[in-house]
C-alpha cells in the first residue's frame, strides 16, 4: 500500500518549518505522521542535520516510534539517528546535565559537583524512601522548625510537594530563591480573591437570595475543630455570603515560618541527594533548569535550530522553560490537545497549550529579566489545527464531546469549553457505531456478559480484513462498499475494557480467569495492594514478630468472624494448625521459598503470585533485604501506589484490560467503558496526605498547626486553609478530559457499564442505561501455557536468623501473677498513646491513658512513634534482634527510649530490661553524641522507672539460649 497522502492541514505543518506554531492535534487526526514528515522536510530542504534538530515527547516508547518513522522518511537508518535528539525531557536533560552541568549546584550555593555516574531515581518508593532517610538527619540539624515538623503523620509526604515546587520552576539557592523563582509560594492574591468574589455571591432562590456558593461550602462550620483563635460561626457568617475581613484575615496570615521551612528542606534535599550521587527527576530537570541559564557558552553549543515538542498538553512550567533555552532560533513547533491533558498529578500543565501565547511571552521575559537569554522574537505565533480523525466513527465522535460538558457535582456549572473550538470530522465512510450503556449489581459479571454478547455478533461488525481501501478519488458508494467488504464479526481481541482504576481491573481480570474469559491485562499493576501481597505481608508480619496486624488477616482468611478474631487476638490463642504454619514458614531459608510456600498453602497461583516472587526475590538477592525490611518494603510501595509491569496475557485472541491512563495513545474497535461508578469515576480526590500543601492562587498552606494555646499542646486542623480552599471551585476538569480520552480510543463501537450506584458521568450521557440481569457463560478458552515462577531452597542459611526481643525474655515470670487487665486494655492504652503523640485529636478514657498524656505532655522534643529497631549481634551465627519502639523522645542531648507498661507490679521488670537493652544499642549507634536514657512507664501508676542495659554479649547469650530452646537466665 502507497503512503497516506497527507491532508490540507497536515500538509501545512509539514511545510512549515521556521517560525513558531501551536498545533491543536485533535484525537486521531494524524499527529506523529505530520511530525515525523514534518522533521523529514526539514533535513530535505535545510541545511540541518539531525543534531539541530530537537523532537520531544512524552514516553519512551512515542521516542521509539518517532525515530522509526523517520527512518522511514529520509536517507538516514536508525544507527545514524542513535545520537539524534529525538527524546523525552528527562531523558534528554540527564544526558545534558551529566556532559555540561558539573558546576551547576555551585550557583545555588551548594559545593557538590554533578557526577558522570549520577544516579537518576525513577522509582517513587525508592525516592521517598530515601526521602525519609534525609528528612531524620533535617529534623536533628533543625530545632527551629520543631513545631513545623509536629504536624507530620509521615514526613515522606513532604516529597511530592518538592517535585510540585520543581515542576513549576521554583528553586532554591542557599539563602533565598534562584532568580526569585518563590514569588508563586505566596500565592496570587488578586487570582484568590476574583474567585473568592464570584463564589460569594448570593444565589437566587424561589424566596430571594439564598447562601452563596463559598457561604454553603462552610454552613457546618464547627470553631471547636479548630485552635483557640479560629473565628466562630457567628464572626464567619455574613447571611448571605461569608464576611470577607474574616477571609482576608486568613489568607494573609503572616507564612514566614512555613515559607523558611520549605526553604530549607528544600535546598537540604538538592545538597543531600547529590552527596548520595542521585538526583530525582524533579531534581534533574531543575538542575538542567539552571545550568542552562547560567551557561551561555553551553546553550550556544548545544542550542538546536528547530524545535518540536510532542504531547505539549502534557509539559510543566519548567519544561516549557527549558524548550526556549534550547532554542537557538524561533523555530518552535509544540504539537498538543488540551481535551487530552490527564497527567496533572504528575504536574503537567495544560496551560501551556490553552494559553501557549500567553506564557510564552511571560516566560521569555522571565528569562530575559537580568540578561538576554531569548535572543529571538516570540510575538508571532500561528495555529495549526489537525481535525480530520482517522480513527473514530463521526457518531462515536459526536457523542465524545459531551464528556466534556458532563457536571461532576451537583452544583458544579461547566458552561461550554468547546466554545471557539473545531469539532473533529471523521473520514470513515461508513458509521455503523453501537453506543449503548448498561448497568447491573454485579458489574464485573456485566462486563463478562457483554464481552460474550458482542463476539460473533454481527451488530458489532469491524474491520476484520486488510483488503486495500478504494482510491481517494473513488466516489462515495464506492468507499462505502469497499468499506463495508472489510467488515465482519468481532473477535476477543478487537474489544478493549478500560477503567479509572486498577482496583477494579484486578477483580475483572479474577473473575474473568474464573469464567475461562480471556483478558490481557497491559500496563502497570498495583502489585502490593493485590490480595497475593497482603496475604505475604500478614505471614511476614506473623513470622518476624508474631504481629497482631498479620494475625488478623490470616485469621479472617481463615474464615472466622470479628468477633471470634477478637477473641483469639485478645488471647493470644491462635489455631494450632497456624502456629505450626508459622514455624515452618520460620525455619524457611529464602524469602522466595517462604512466599512460594505462603502462596501453595493457601492455593494462589494466578500471575500475581508470580509476579510477586520474581519481583521480591529479584529485589531480596540484589540488596540483602532481610525480611523484616520485605515488610517495610512492602509497606512503602502499597502506600505509594507503586506499579509493576506483568504478564497477564492468556493469548492471542484475548480482550484487551487496561486502565483510561494506560490507553492513551491507543485504539481499539470497540471499548467497553467500566466502573462509571459513584466516587469511582469521577474520582473526587483523597484529602492531602501532606500537612503542607500548594495551589496557585493561595500559595503554600498548611493543613494541619501545631498550637500550644488550648488546655494541652495539640496539633489541629488548619482553620485558614479550610477557610480558603471553600473559597474556591472544585476543579473535575481533568476527570472530563479522562473520560474524554476513553471514548476516542473507539474506532467502532462504545460501551458504558456502571454497577449498584452508576455515577454523575454516566447519568451524564445523553443515552439511559439499560438495566439487565448478567449471565455470563463459562468458556473453555485454553491460556497460553504459563510456568510459574519456582524457588530453590538451600540447605545452608546465609542471612541473619530473626528473633524478636520478646524472645530472649523469660514469660514464666507471669506464670503466678493475678490482677493483670488483659491485652485488649494494653492494646488501647498503646493506640491511643500513639495517636496522642502524632497529635491527634484524642481524649483518654481512662486513668492509665490519662497518665501517658500527662507524661507526653511534660515532653518538649521530638517524637518518634512505632519505632522499628534492628540489632545485629556480633559474632557467628548471625543472629538479629528486632522489635517495636512505643516512644523515642528525641532533645539536643539525649534520646529517651520509653516503654508503657500496664502491669500492676514489678515482677517482669528485669525481663523489660532485656527489651530495652536492644533499644539502647540501636539508638547509641544512631546518636553516638547523646545519652540514651531507658524508661519503663507503669502506666497503672504513672512511673517512669530508669533501666541500665546490658551488653550485646549478654544479649547474645540470651538469643543463643532462645535459639536453643531455653530462656536463659536473667
Avoid at 454481527?458 to 468499506?483: K, L
Amino acid at each position: 500500500m502507497s503512503d497516506p497522502t497527507p491532508n490540507d492541514n497536515q500538509q501545512q505543518l509539514i511545510g512549515s518549518t521556521d517560525g513558531i506554531y501551536r498545533v491543536d492535534a485533535g484525537a486521531g487526526t494524524g499527529k506523529t505522521f505530520a511530525v515525523t514528515r514534518r522533521y523529514a522536510r526539514i533535513l530535505e530542504t535545510t541545511d540541518a542535520a539531525p543534531e539541530d534538530i530537537l523532537l520531544v515527547t512524552f514516553t519512551r516508547n512515542a521516542a521509539a516510534e518517532m525515530r522509526d518513522r523517520i527512518v522511514q522518511q529520509t536517507d538516514y537508518d536508525l544507527r545514524q539517528l542513535q545520537d539524534a535528539p529525538i527524546s523525552t525531557f528527562h531523558a534528554y536533560c540527564f544526558r545534558l546535565l551529566r556532559r555540561h552541568g558539573h558546576t551547576a549546584p555551585t550557583a545555588l550555593g551548594i559545593d557538590d559537583q554533578i557526577p558522570d555516574s549520577l544516579d537518576l531515581i525513577e522509582e517513587q518508593a525508592r525516592a521517598k524512601q530515601l526521602f525519609r532517610r534525609f528528612m531524620s538527619r533535617f529534623a536533628d540539624d533543625h530545632p527551629e522548625h520543631a513545631d513545623l515538623l509536629r504536624v507530620f503523620y509521615d514526613r515522606g509526604t513532604l516529597h511530592a510537594l518538592i517535585g510540585e515546587l520543581a515542576a513549576k520552576g521554583v528553586v532554591p539557592t542557599r539563602n533565598g530563591w534562584y532568580r526569585a523563582t518563590g514569588e508563586p509560594l505566596t500565592g496570587d492574591r488578586e487570582r484568590f480573591f476574583d474567585a473568592f468574589t464570584a463564589a460569594n455571591q448570593p444565589n437566587e432562590g424561589a424566596n430571594g437570595p439564598t447562601n452563596s456558593d463559598a457561604r454553603g461550602a462552610v454552613g457546618g462550620w464547627d470553631a471547636g475543630e479548630y485552635a483557640p483563635d479560629a473565628p466562630t460561626r457567628g464572626e464567619l457568617h455574613d447571611d448571605p455570603r461569608i464576611s470577607r475581613s474574616v477571609v482576608e484575615d486568613a489568607y494573609d496570615a503572616d507564612r514566614d515560618a512555613l515559607l523558611a521551612f520549605i526553604h530549607d528542606v528544600y535546598i537540604e534535599y538538592l545538597a543531600f541527594a547529590l552527596s548520595q550521587n542521585y538526583l530525582t527527576q524533579g531534581l534533574m530537570l531543575a538542575l538542567a533548569f539552571v545550568m542552562l541559564c547560567e551557561s551561555p557558552g553551553v546553550r550556544a553549543r548545544i542550542g538546536h535550530e528547530y524545535v518540536m515538542v510532542d504531547e505539549f498538553q502534557d509539559t510543566n512550567e519548567l519544561q516549557f522553560k527549558i524548550a526556549l533555552l534550547l532554542a537557538r532560533t524561533n523555530n518552535i513547533c509544540v504539537v498538543g490537545d488540551w481535551k487530552q491533558s490527564i497527567y496533572g498529578f504528575q504536574h503537567t500543565s495544560v496551560a501551556n497549550i490553552t494559553d501557549f501565547g500567553e506564557r510564552l511571552q511571560r516566560f521569555t521575559s522571565e528569562l530575559n529579566a537580568d540578561c538576554r537569554r531569548i535572543d529571538y522574537a516570540v510575538d508571532d505565533v500561528q495555529t495549526i489545527p489537525l481535525f480530520e480523525n482517522y480513527r473514530s466513527s463521526a457518531s462515536i465522535l459526536s457523542f465524545a464531546e459531551q464528556s466534556l460538558s458532563i457536571p461532576a457535582t451537583s452544583s458544579e456549572d461547566v458552561g461550554d469549553p468547546l466554545a471557539g473550538t473545531r469539532s473533529l470530522e471523521a473520514t470513515n465512510a461508513v458509521d455503523n457505531a453501537q453506543i449503548d450503556a448498561y448497568r447491573a449489581d454485579g458489574e464485573y459479571d456485566l462486563v463478562l456478559d457483554r464481552i460474550q454478547h458482542i463476539v460473533k455478533n454481527e451488530s458489532y461488525a469491524v474491520e476484520t480484513s486488510n483488503e486495500p481501501q478504494a482510491d481517494e478519488d473513488a466516489s462515495d458508494e464506492d468507499r462505502i462498499a469497499a468499506e463495508h467488504e472489510r467488515l465482519g464479526p468481532p473477535s476477543y481481541d478487537d474489544i478493549a475494557v478500560f477503567t479509572r482504576t486498577r482496583a477494579f481491573a484486578r477483580g475483572l481480570l479474577e473473575r474473568a480467569e474464573e469464567y475461562g474469559i480471556p483478558l490481557a491485562y497491559e500496563g502497570g499493576v498495583e502489585l502490593f495492594d493485590t490480595p497475593e501481597a497482603k496475604l505475604a505481608l500478614a505471614w511476614l508480619r506473623i513470622a518476624e514478630s508474631d504481629g497482631r496486624r498479620g494475625w488478623a488477616v490470616a485469621l479472617e482468611r481463615a474464615g472466622y468472624g470479628f468477633e471470634r478474631t477478637q477473641t483469639i487476638l485478645d488471647e493470644e490463642s491462635y489455631p494450632d494448625a497456624m502456629l505450626q504454619f508459622r514455624d515452618e514458614l520460620t525455619e524457611l531459608e529464602t524469602l522466595g521459598g517462604f512466599l512460594r510456600r505462603v502462596f501453595d498453602r493457601y492455593g494462589r497461583t494466578s500471575v500475581y503470585a508470580d509476579a510477586l516472587v520474581d519481583h521480591l526475590t529479584g529485589l531480596y538477592d540484589g540488596t540483602l533485604l532481610t525480611r523484616g525490611e520485605t515488610i517495610s518494603y512492602i509497606e512503602e510501595n502499597l502506600a505509594a501506589e507503586t506499579t509493576v509491569e506483568i504478564d497477564a496475557n492468556p493469548g492471542s485472541d484475548a480482550v484487551t484490560l487496561q486502565t483510561i491512563h494506560g490507553a492513551k495513545g491507543l485504539e481499539y474497535p470497540i471499548v467497553i467503558l467500566g466502573n462509571l461508578n459513584e466516587r469511582s469515576f469521577p474520582h473526587y480526590g483523597q484529602p492531602p496526605s501532606c500537612p503542607i500543601v500548594y495551589d496557585d492562587a493561595t500559595g503554600l498552606r498548611q493543613t494541619r498547626m501545631y498550637s500550644e494555646a488550648g488546655a494541652y499542646p495539640h496539633v489541629y486542623r488548619n482553620w485558614r486553609h479550610r477557610l480558603l480552599q471553600a473559597c474556591l471551585p472544585s476543579d473535575y476538569d481533568e476527570e472530563r478530559r479522562l473520560l474524554y480520552v476513553a471514548m476516542t480510543r473507539a474506532k467502532r463501537h462504545l460501551l458504558f457499564t456502571a454497577g449498584e450506584e452508576p455515577s454523575r458521568f454516566m447519568d451524564g450521557l445523553s443515552i439511559e442505561a439499560e438495566e439487565i440481569d448478567p449471565d455470563p457463560t463459562p468458556e473453555s478458552h485454553s491460556p497460553i501455557d504459563h510456568e510459574p515462577f519456582t524457588v530453590d531452597v538451600p540447605t545452608s542459611r546465609d542471612i541473619p536468623t530473626r528473633l524478636g526481643v520478646h524472645d530472649i525474655m523469660d514469660d514464666s515470670v507471669y506464670d503466678n501473677r493475678t490482677g493483670g487487665r488483659g491485652t485488649a486494655f494494653g492494646t488501647e492504652l498503646h493506640d491511643f498513646a500513639e495517636a496522642y503523640a502524632l497529635g491527634e485529636s484524642v481524649e483518654p478514657a481512662n486513668n492509665d491513658q490519662r497518665a501517658v498524656a500527662q507524661l507526653i505532655s511534660g515532653l518538649a522534643g521530638e517524637f518518634r512513634v512505632e519505632e522499628t529497631a534492628l540489632l545485629p549481634l556480633p559474632g557467628e551465627p548471625a543472629v538479629t534482634l528486632s522489635g517495636i519502639i512505643d516512644l523515642v523522645h528525641v532533645t539536643d542531648t539525649q534520646i529517651d527510649v520509653i516503654d508503657y507498661k500496664t502491669d500492676p507490679d514489678r515482677v517482669a521488670h528485669e525481663e523489660y530490661r532485656k527489651q530495652l537493652s536492644a533499644y539502647y544499642h540501636v539508638l547509641a549507634s544512631v546518636y553516638p553524641d547523646r545519652e540514651i536514657r531507658l524508661q519503663v512507664f507503669y502506666t497503672q501508676t504513672a512511673e517512669s522507672v530508669e533501666v541500665t542495659p546490658l551488653s550485646t554479649d549478654r544479649l547474645r547469650e540470651l538469643a543463643i539460649a532462645a535459639m536453643a530452646g531455653s530462656s536463659g537466665e536473667s
